[in-house]
């Protein structure tokens, strides 16, 4: 099991609404995407420029092939990560 959890702060509070509605769109993809067991996006109470991705992945190759995907190529990468200062925290579960 891979997981995969990403801290994205949006760069500029104008762009809190389209970041939001592009990460609910990559998660309801992502979501039907082979080896995807958990896509969840959080948007903080405390810091409305944040949101926290949290994702589980059957295997490693499930989570590269989530990368080569066209909507993370496509809508992710160009209109996302231009918005935001990404923190990713592949992580180990420990319960």
């Known amino acids: 099991m891979e997981h995969n959890n990403v801290i994205l702060r949006v760069i500029d509070p104008a762009n809190i609404d389209t970041v939001s509605a592009l990460l609910l769109d990559q998660a309801r993809v992502s979501l039907t ?19 926290l991705l949290i994702e589980s992945w059957a295997t490693a190759e499930d989570l590269d092939a989530h990368r080569n995907n066209k909507n993370f190529v496509e809508i992710y990468k160009p209109k996302v990560l231009p918005l935001v200062e990404r923190i990713p925290h ?3 579960r420990l319960i």
């Open 33 to 51: 995407e082979p080896g995807c067991e958990r896509f969840e996006v959080y948007h903080s109470r405390s810091d409305a420029q944040t949101f």
């Open 90 to 92: 592949p992580s180990e």
